[in-house]
């Protein structure tokens, strides 16, 4: 899929912006704050419900304005269709509409609009806490679902998520009825599918990811990914887990072990430990998942996802960002990059990209000479 058109109100500094992108390569150039990540935020909050740089109520509002806004038109491949989502968003509340039709989950947009972003702040994925590894798998099962017409992972998901909200507010309130046995009967009938679901795609993960890394960064050997499914999975059912933390998880007052406590790891069996990765290894590690996860979506969804880069050249060296710009530029995708300048392997390849210029959070369009 591409973006054809988006437009930007209230976004930091950008009051409003207006982009035409070409399908294929597009070039944000500007000084350090003129607003470039800020567009790739908007784009980002169009297709998560949330920015890469906290919340929306933390900053991404331009100052002393009501929402944000953001637009965008896109054209799917299959089928072929143009489709159109708008979302304003207010801090606390939002308003969504996707192809003209008002949406009451911001879910359903953010299904919608398929973007993998890549940003100062994603080797995360390879250094941090669980939480948006979760969200890459979860991402990865709605979109494919989606592009299938299915919603089994997503009800699975739903169902699981009430049911832990219903079982934590009991164990916060010390009550110990029946109901707990309710409660751990739904997290265990939902929980044990959606596990199989995230246990799939991660094995689905690894050979995509395995592609991207023996290209990318062949140096640190083949990468293996471990999914830990949040429980003892390979000695108890969920269920039994479930009643053997209740005492433990009734004196804590939460749900000490379950799905939502899942997590997967990235191994290079060559290296000693995910210790020894250097930042920059670990952020080329972090796009080469990103990367697989955009590939996967394309083998499976039949095609690919928007890709987002945020100031490639201050996270990549020269060489890496020939790799990965060659890597994207016969996939097809359509990709967006920021940078104060050209990335100079753009030159090296001999691609043309669209080039919008930004001053001052005020989009300039110009051709790249
Ligand atoms: N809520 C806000 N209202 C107005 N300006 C903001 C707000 N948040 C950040 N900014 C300004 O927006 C700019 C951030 O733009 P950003 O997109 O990060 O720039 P770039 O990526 O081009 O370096 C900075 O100049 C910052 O001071
Ligand atoms: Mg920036």
Redesign the pocket.
Known sequence: MHVTRLRVGSV???QVAELLPAPGINLIT??????????L?ALHLLAYGRSFRGRVRD?????GDEAVEVFAEWQEQSPLRLRKAGLRHLGQRWEGRLDGESVTQLGELCAALAVVTFEPGSHALVTGGGEPRRRLIDWGLFHVEQAEGGHEFLRLWRRYARALKQRNQLLKARIRDGQLDAWDHELAEAGEPLTRYRQRYVEQLEPELQAVADELIPSLGRPVLGFQPGWSRDQLPLADALLVARDRDLTYGYTSVGPHRADWRIDYPALPGREALSRGQAKLTALSILLAQAAHHAHTAGEWPVVAL??LASELDRNHQCRVLQRLVSSGAQVFI?GTEAPSALQGLDIRPRVFH?ER?VVLPRDVA
């Open positions: 930091r500094r950008v500007g000084d350090n704050g003129a607003g470039k990540t800020s567009l935020e900053g991404l509002i331009r100052t945020d100031d920021t930004v959070g």
